[in-house]
């Protein structure tokens, strides 16, 4: 690791403290022989921002770190593959594009399950009126927290998720 340090003064009065480069006491942004390149470089990114937000915007994208955000992106991909000529490739990519959507579901899907559970499971009512399984609240002959149906603890003389008593011998439930 290189001990040289940029000999530039930033505007804020620090020193710049990047790599200089091989032949000079100054880093890539600060050395008068790649000023132009340096200028380039800051006009390109700049460009690049602007056009990240415009296609944003154009795209009406919304954070990716959301299910709803991944599935607009799904949405764009296949609305452009569809616009392609027919070809494998465009198969490919229908096909990927579904198969992206299918986990998509099923990750929303685990989500809200797991909510529900939680919420079950720290005396919440799922909905007033809906429950997460039967359409209905949660069951009044379910154990305390179970949702209609499902047992909180499985082969232990509570209700399997069929609602027998599984300590009970198979067919005298």
Same mark, same amino acid.
């Given at each position: 690791?290189?001990?040289?340090?940029?000999?530039? !003064?930033?505007?804020?009065?620090?020193?710049?403290? #990047?790599?200089?480069?091989?032949? =000079? $006491?100054?880093? *890539?942004?600060?050395?008068?022989?790649?000023?132009?390149?340096?200028?380039?470089?800051?006009?390109?990114?700049?460009?690049?921002?602007?056009?990240?937000?415009? +296609?944003?915007?154009?795209?009406?994208?919304?954070?990716?770190?959301?299910?709803?955000?991944?599935?607009?992106? !799904?949405? !764009? @991909?296949?609305?452009? @593959?569809?616009?392609?000529?027919?070809? $494998? #490739?465009?198969?490919? +990519?229908?096909?990927?594009?579904? *198969?992206?959507?299918?986990?998509?579901?099923?990750?929303?899907?685990?989500?809200?399950? +797991? #909510?529900?559970?939680?919420? @079950?499971?720290?005396?919440?009512?799922?909905? $007033?009126?809906?429950?997460?399984?039967? =359409?209905?609240?949660?069951?009044?002959? #379910?154990?305390?927290?179970?949702?209609?149906?499902?047992?909180?603890? $499985? %082969?232990?003389?509570?209700?399997?998720? %069929? %609602?027998?008593?599984?300590?009970?011998?198979? =067919?005298?439930?």
């Amino acid at each position: 690791m290189s001990s040289r340090r940029c000999s530039a !003064i930033r505007a804020d009065g620090r020193a710049c403290g #990047a790599v200089p480069l091989r032949d =000079g $006491p100054a880093c *890539f942004w600060h050395s008068a022989e790649t000023a132009e390149d340096a200028a380039k470089a800051r006009r390109l990114g700049g460009l690049r921002r602007r056009r990240e937000k415009a +296609v944003a915007g154009a795209y009406d994208l919304v954070a990716f770190d959301s299910i709803p955000g991944l599935r607009r992106i !799904i949405e !764009i @991909a296949a609305l452009d @593959a569809l616009d392609l000529d027919n070809s $494998p #490739a465009r198969s490919r +990519v229908l096909i990927a594009c579904v *198969f992206a959507a299918l986990r998509l579901n099923l990750a929303g899907d685990l989500e809200a399950r +797991v #909510a529900a559970l939680e919420g @079950a499971l720290a005396g919440e009512s799922l909905t $007033p009126g809906r429950g997460y399984l039967d =359409g209905g609240g949660a069951d009044a002959s #379910a154990p305390e927290g179970a949702l209609a149906g499902e047992s909180l603890t $499985p %082969g232990r003389g509570d209700l399997d998720p %069929g %609602g027998a008593d599984a300590s009970a011998p198979e =067919g005298q439930a």
